[in-house]
């Protein structure tokens, strides 16, 4: 019947109106039952309950066997970590699994049979699962006790898949491997011609005091080839180089000569073909999303103009406002967007809307939404009044960073003052008085402000909210001291009460007077714009951050397998220790161990800043030397690899993306600099607003008409 | 009489035209004596003098007192420098300031008193000289014993004030420092912040066992700012935060956001900032160039037009082709130029040209060369003619190109053969053979490609030329190899008879046969576009390596100044050599050892790849823990300077001007990949054709009226 055909229109209508307002695909089954089944996948409450299925079996790792979640991490003091027992994280496993095949079943029937082949990335989930699923059952039948257990590095699959934003980098960084892939030969080609020099230049010769370079760095061409690719990272540099050049200055040309080829030309070559590469990828990125939105609101128009009761218009379709506001009524979205579309739709007060028009509404769901601080509150006495002009004055919050300033100052010279002195020797009464003194100047300060501004309007500032915030913390644990120690006197020094001892209390409040010290940030014009060009990069690095964490566990969980019993800690086998300490080039020793042990102990933490440096690299070439086993051919593989993707390429990512964002900002604040007082709630889409192109109407509907579930009349 | 002013003008115009061949300014005297004076000045001559004045004084430096040009650069076995008689080196000295005496005067002269008020270098030059000649004279009173020489760290002006290319990047480099500052001051603020929370988070405990990372890095205020300054450049990762991550995983977090915010933003923001500062740099520059050569040319045809022989005319002024012709046999220029304008002059064949016929002769100026090879020679023979096909095909090239390989290879085996076994085991005759058999091949390829291209054609390629040059040099060395040892047969160990021993020969050759190998890199055509980048990166980085130089003669006669005689070789005193044995911080003893004298002795390449790592600083700071004392806080704030200075700002700019370079070929050659069969001569000026804007009529005009001496008619 047509009523029920209208309906089924009418809640197209909304789920395309939903997609278009989430940058979702359309492509999806649209009749009845598979649209309540779409917006119940789509739901909050389903998406949320996927998420924390995802969270929850990557967090597994962390008390599953091999697991070293305990606060120290040196393994002489630490306590064994809590094994849980067979079974137990398995069975929180399956659940999540079964979750995930509920998962790519909805996903599957929703997107129907045909769209199904041709998507990979569906097609990886299933396979995927059923692997997991067949190592699980594996893992059981063993009674947990199997060694190699695949199921673990392809859990950040399921964080990837979920993800549009991640899939649609992982295919942007995939497109730029190529050029990547030529520098990486070219480097490879500049490292084996020179570590060839090298083993040439620093062969063995008869006297044997003449040849440390070769002894140390060049004896053989793995060596030879580690040497020059940790001076590549500039690790062991300029080390490496002086043996050599203690005999014969002339060498150093060798060193210089890689080093400006190597460092400063190829690696930053890399850095600038990344960046030439991914220079658009933001605005192609914002420029689809823009396209599937206007085409959610397109395919919306189409099914709504199809409702039986518009007359029927040959030249061209029409929409009833009706309609229109009962999709409205019924599509989830922003409160103030929806009553701004209503708001002009009831302004606009034609009863028939062509497309442009209906499009035009709900250009309200592109718009900023300005924000706009409540009034301050009408004093009727002058003397209130004189003292809301004082207090609302932005002097009197300069007066307040003054004050903040000179407290970080004082306890800069009371640090200074107590550097040398033996924690018995410590007087906590001056620091204790000044604190006081200032944490009542804060409360008054934040008091004179909200009489001054009304509660409303001063917590609708994010910096007065920070402020606040600190000062009440603040605030209650200097009463918690004084509750507890008594008031602060000379030679103030009880002893521990409580929780924590006074200094720790002093400590807690001093850390976070400096950092309340952070509210200067928007005062200062180019620090807030370097901060917020830093909030904008956070918004827009969440996908490159996403495949970095999958990377990031995937690599995690090959090193345990990996190093897996590999290093025994000092004193429980003679043998190991007994290699580490005779060894003659026990340099850095302690620290060495350290090393070891705690990336036995999969130390995330460290590999991350090892990114950096790739010092790591370099004490696991020493631990080669000293021990030339399989195990610790495998760590040099691991980590040239692990250099190779996070420090190499992630951080060349990272600068493009830093600068594309940054010089973005900097023209546009060139440009706008009128207009910087009013406030925007930015997105990534409004910053690109200028350039970006609106789709024309023939993309649109020959793109409505490649629907393969939606089948349009015209 | 007009004789006499005609040939003025004539001198006039041929002066202007060769200040617009060199792009200089015309902005000097006009009158037939300074031009005389002009010409010499600017004579091939008299600029390599004052060139070679500047290299002399800047030279000195190796020659002078606390020099250390040895051989070796460990004070344990080197021999005593070689000591000059006081009054030689600065009689060189004295020699060369009067050059620059009558440099500066010359000058002054030329561009007029009033233009010498407001040119600040020439003040400059001139004060620096008088400061110069006053410390010599104060020098030569104390018999050259006199400790601090001011002259010394002023002369690096003299390169800097002689190159206006040098003189416009200083221009750029300062319009960006207050950008550059605003980044450094929240680097600094950073730094503040973290110390203090640095300070408070690892304080002194009660527990002596607990507080290794106050005991090692947090001790004092200096301290903590050098642990985290030195963590900023990456030098002490993650070796600073495994002590206190032993004791607490927690305390990573610090650390990570330190790095996180330090480095990958706030470091790579400057990365950013000046990028976007240099954006426009090279367009600008290359801009004002063409600026100045379309000024020369004009205010030529103003002079020409005011000749008498040219017939009144109201409307237009005009230059006769004769006296262009007398004035373009008269200049000095590419004869090559010469030519092309002489013929499209008679091409032109009128008598009488406009400004705009007489600019548009000279755009042969701002042509690319285009090279054209000479043809093969034409063979009569049919065989010669096949000979000729097959040799001079691109096949031919392919082949030689894996016969290069496999040689190299084949080195590589032996040399991962020979890595193992004493030098008195060694048998060379393998690789003697296989080395004839090659070099052989390479004879036999240079043949037959001159055969089959001609002598001629094949030395225009520079590939074919680095190829022959390289075959010769190997031909020459196997030959003296076989007259002195013989021929190579099994078990052909020699002694070592007249210069070099055999197997000193045989690694030459190797290692010359490697370098050979890059004859590849034409034929790949990535590698080729990143050759090309790198030629024009280091066309356009001469500047930038100028400022470089001169910042790095401040710093090292700084670093003499500031550092004679602090540090004493081990052995020679007990007192130092004591403290530093007995130290209980001693990593890297010997290591620290070698660099303090390094550092002592002023070495220059170690201080320059210091500049990728900033490890010296490091091991000044663990110096200064050492021995606390006056000498190695200057250690300290000089290293800081060199950082900043280096590292910091000249790595980042080079980095944008990397970026500049790259992304602009890139796109060239995506646009115009049909054309690349053409071989051109690249300057920067054709890089940027498509862009630059020609000067307008009316801003000619206006600059040349402008013109302090020539007083135009109209």
Chains 1, 2 share one sequence.
């Not at 940790?230 to 005999?247: R, W």
């Not at 004050?403 to 010279?413: E, F, R, T, Y």
């Amino acid at each position: 019947g047509t009523g029920t055909d209208n309906d089924l229109y009418i809640n197209q209508a909304i789920v395309f109106i939903e997609d278009a307002i989430q940058y979702r695909s359309i492509n999806h089954r649209v009749d009845s039952r598979s649209l309540g089944l779409y917006r119940w996948y789509y739901s909050r409450a389903c998406q949320w309950i996927l998420s924390l299925t995802i969270t929850v079996i990557l967090a597994l790792a962390f008390i599953e066997k091999p697991s070293s979640l305990t606060i120290t991490s040196d393994v002489r003091y630490r306590l064994p970590a809590w094994d849980p027992p067979c079974g137990l994280t398995e069975s929180i496993e399956l659940l999540c699994l079964l979750v995930f095949v509920v998962d790519v079943s909805v996903k599957s029937y929703l997107i129907g049979w045909e769209e199904f082949w041709k998507n990979k990335w569906l097609m990886a989930y299933i396979l995927t699962l059923i692997v997991s699923l067949t190592d699980w059952i594996v893992s059981l039948s063993f009674f947990c006790m199997e060694t190699v257990r695949i199921r673990r590095i392809l859990r950040p699959f399921f964080l990837l898949q979920n993800s549009s934003m991640m899939k649609k980098t992982l295919k942007s960084i995939n497109s730029t491997l190529p050029e990547m892939a030529s520098v990486l030969l070219l480097l490879a080609v500049h490292l084996s011609l020179f570590t060839m020099f090298a083993m040439l230049l620093f062969a063995r010769t008869k006297d044997g005091q003449q040849d440390k370079e070769w002894m140390r760095y060049f004896r053989n061409l793995p060596d030879s080839l580690t040497s020059l690719l940790v001076l590549l990272t500039t690790a062991n540099n300029p080390d490496v180089m002086i043996p050599a050049y203690s005999k014969n200055r002339a060498y150093s040309i060798f060193f210089i000569l890689f080093t400006v080829l190597g460092n400063l030309f190829l690696m930053n070559l890399l850095t600038a073909i990344i960046y030439n590469q991914f220079r658009g990828y933001l605005l192609k990125s914002v420029q689809s999303s823009l396209f599937r939105r206007r085409l959610g609101i397109r395919a919306a128009f189409e099914v709504l103009s199809s409702l039986k009761e518009t007359p029927a218009n040959a030249q061209q379709s029409y929409v009833s406002a009706g309609a229109l506001q009962q999709v409205l009524q019924k599509a989830e979205m922003d409160s103030r967007c929806k009553q701004a579309i209503m708001r002009s739709l009831e302004m606009c007060s034609c009863d028939q809307l062509s497309a442009a028009q209906f499009q035009k509404l709900f250009e309200e769901l592109d718009k900023d939404a300005i924000k706009q601080h409540p009034p301050s509150p009408g004093y009727q006495s002058h003397f209130m009044q004189k003292m809301q002009f004082a207090f609302g004055h932005p002097y009197f919050g300069y007066l307040g960073n003054v004050v903040a300033l000179a407290n970080i100052i004082s306890i800069c010279v009371v640090l200074v003052i107590d550097a040398d002195k033996q924690p018995s020797e410590r007087d906590d009464f001056f620091l204790g008085a000044i604190n006081c003194f200032f944490i009542l100047y804060y409360l008054l300060e934040m008091l004179l402000k909200i009489l001054a501004m009304g509660l409303k309007r001063y917590l609708s500032y994010p910096s007065n909210r920070f402020d606040g915030l600190l000062t009440v913390i603040l605030l209650v644990l200097e009463i918690a001291t004084f509750a507890v120690y008594g008031f602060p006197h000379p030679g103030w020094r009880p002893e521990l009460m409580g929780l924590l001892s006074l200094w720790d209390m002093v400590r807690l409040v001093n850390m976070l007077i400096v950092f309340r010290f952070l509210r200067i940030i928007p005062n200062m014009k180019f620090m807030a714009l370097v901060v917020t060009t830093l909030l904008d990069l956070v918004k827009n690095l969440r996908a490159f951050a996403g495949i970095l964490v999958v990377v990031f566990y995937a690599f995690a969980i090959t090193g345990i397998m990996l190093f897996k019993g590999a290093v025994v800690p000092l004193g429980n086998t003679s043998n190991t220790s007994s290699r580490l300490i005779f060894c003659p080039l026990r340099v850095h020793l302690d620290l060495l161990l350290d090393e070891v042990v705690v990336l036995h102990s999969r130390e995330l933490p460290i590999l991350w800043l090892s990114l950096v440096t790739f010092r790591l690299m370099f004490f696991y070439c020493l631990l080669y030397l000293l021990s030339v086993n399989l195990i610790c051919r495998w760590a040099k593989i691991y980590f040239v690899a692990w250099w190779l993707i996070s420090s190499v390429i992630w951080v060349n990512l990272f600068v493009a993306l830093l600068l594309e964002n940054f010089i973005h900002k900097w023209d546009r604040r060139c440009h706008r600099a009128s207009l910087s007082d009013v406030e925007y709630q930015r997105t990534v889409e409004l910053m690109f607003r200028d350039v970006l192109e609106e789709p024309t109407e023939e993309e649109l509907m020959e793109k409505l008409h490649q629907h393969p579930h939606l089948h349009l009349c015209r």
